[in-house]
């Protein structure tokens, strides 16, 4: 009912491929409570100002812009007895600034802004918490960050794997029970966010290490042993252990055709 009301005229975000055949837009996602609203400025740039006064002109056309869609999604929310907490919420902005022809992403510092909302009945409006585009939020088990840096997500997979080395020394696992739990604890835990994240080959050796050894041991195993060995299926008479590396590749093909398959639905 909140999407079929939604007003057609207010901005959205829009992706305009590098051939310039393919446009999506977009308004938001939602899955269950939790929902993500975007827009995309349609700012157009005046050659007789400078570039900062035009980034600074931009800039708040396009929160003016979020705020009308925020809102609206609000009131929206309200009337069908529902509510937004803002201070679990907050927002972004992805504004570049150009050095020598390159673009980086605008820190906060460096493209000031805020976004107030209202609530309810209530006629005061709220500060909506603003985060930089370089740090990543939690959301649903994964650290996802607009900078694609990702160090935080490998930090905190790197803290699970610390851990799950501290409980497997200190066990007396068979070997079968230690590679039912390297199968199906620890890899799931790790590769649950790889689809939506980039990692480099060193964040995930460094990831790996620690489980290897912890279990090599326990699956009375050489830390020497040839990795080709380890990490080969069965049918190479390998032990299928998971390579990092590879299942994040492989997390990124999986989704990649499953966007395929839904862009094949709605073409057809």
């Known amino acids: 009912m909140i999407v079929q009301s939604l007003d057609p005229t207010i901005n959205a975000a829009k992706f305009v ?6 446009i999506v837009e977009i308004t938001g996602v ?7 609203l975007s827009v995309t400025s349609d700012y157009e740039q005046d050659t007789a100002l400078p570039p900062a006064t035009n980034r600074t002109r931009e800039t708040a056309l396009l929160v003016q ?3 009308a869609l925020g809102q609206h999604w609000e009131c929206l929310l309200f009337t069908t007895g529902g509510a937004i907490n803002f201070q679990k919420s907050h927002w972004y902005l992805m504004t570049w600034i150009w050095q020598n022809g390159l673009p980086r992403l605008a820190t906060t510092a460096q493209a000031p802004a805020t976004l107030y909302l209202t609530t309810g009945t209530n006629a005061q409006a709220d500060l909506v918490p603003r985060i930089d585009p370089t740090q990543g939020f939690h959301t649903l088990c994964v650290y996802i960050t607009l900078s694609g840096q990702y160090t935080r997500q490998a930090r905190v997979l790197r803290d699970y794997t610390e851990k799950f080395k501290t409980q497997i020394e200190g066990s007396a696992l068979t070997p079968t029970e230690a590679y039912t739990c390297l ?3 620890i890899k799931p835990k790790i590769t649950y966010p790889f689809p939506c994240v980039s990692l480099t080959e060193k964040q995930c050796h460094h990831i790996q290490a620690l489980i290897l050894e912890a279990i090599l041991p326990k699956l009375h195993l050489n830390r020497h042993s040839p990795r080709a060995v380890l990490f080969a299926g069965p049918r190479y008479g390998g032990l299928s252990f998971p390579e990092y590396y590879a299942e994040l590749g492989y997390g990124h ?3 990649i055709l499953l966007e395929m398959i839904l862009v094949s639905s709605y073409s057809v």
């Not at 491929?17 to 393919?22: G, H, I």
């Not at 939602?30 to 993500?36: G, L, N, W, Y």
């Open 65 to 67: 812009q979020l705020a």
């Open 183 to 185: 199968m199906l604890y």
């Open 30 to 36: 939602s899955f269950v409570d939790d929902s993500s």
């Open 253 to 255: 093909l999986q989704y």
């Open 17 to 22: 491929s590098v051939c310039k055949e393919v």
